[in-house]
């Protein structure tokens, strides 16, 4: 009897020395594990707005300004795709893991990102999906732009694929649409997804100025 308790006392010591080292070396809760800096192209400002993720990369989005303040910012959209093992970059998406894109001489703002398989409504890509199972990787991205005219911001919403950033052009016109409730400060400000529509949430301003209210949209993927 006293045997079989010694050997008991030993295994215990053995387990609870073992959790104590597993313990020490794992990873601590709220440990930060990586950070990384970014300055996409800005000469001034610039602002991250949006993250998410899927499989291994995450994706981020916001804008920088190009242009020294002047009468009105000049800002573009960017977009990049990260590592989630380290934070760098991935090569492989836009130009070496950022894509940017100036929509005009004002500001231009990329708010919101989701990730999705591709639902096309294009015949041929239905097909090769069906008989190879290869739905494309796709991101809906949406915010604004001030392409209609000086301080006339529209909300805009592209459709891009999450692989290397290029435009999906079966969606809207050339992967882009864009709502445009007044002639005044709009932006789409989130999105949110179902398996044939998508949702979007953001500012009218068509009761007049400064008397925003919400606007939300849906619209066929
Ligand atoms: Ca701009």
Request: glycine share 8%; with cysteine.
């Amino acid at each position: 009897m006293k045997k079989l308790l010694f050997w008991f006392a030993i295994i215990v010591f053995l387990i609870i020395s073992l959790l104590v080292i597993i313990e020490k070396t794992g990873t601590k809760s709220g440990t930060i594990v990586w950070s990384q800096t970014s300055v996409p192209t800005s000469v001034h400002n610039c602002r991250a707005d949006a993250i998410t993720l899927k499989d291994d990369s995450l994706y981020l989005a916001g804008y920088s300004e190009i242009q020294a303040p002047g009468d009105r910012l000049n800002t573009q959209w960017v977009i990049e795709k990260r590592n989630l093992s380290d934070g760098s970059l991935v090569e492989e998406f836009g130009s070496s893991g950022v894509v940017t894109i100036n929509h005009s001489d004002g500001t231009d703002w990329a708010h919101a990102i989701v990730l999705d398989l591709d639902k096309s409504s294009n015949i041929w890509r239905q097909i090769l999906n069906f008989l190879f199972s290869n739905q494309q990787k796709v991101m809906y991205i949406v915010g604004r732009d001030e392409s209609p005219g000086k301080y006339d911001q529209q909300w805009r919403i592209e459709k891009r694929s999450s692989e290397d950033g290029s435009l999906i052009s079966e969606f809207g016109s050339g992967g882009v649409v864009t709502v445009n409730p007044s002639k005044r400060f709009e932006l789409a400000n989130d999105i949110a997804i179902d398996e044939n529509y998508i949702y979007v949430v953001g500012d009218d301003e068509s009761l007049g100025q400064r008397n925003t209210q919400w606007g939300i949209v849906k619209i066929k993927k």
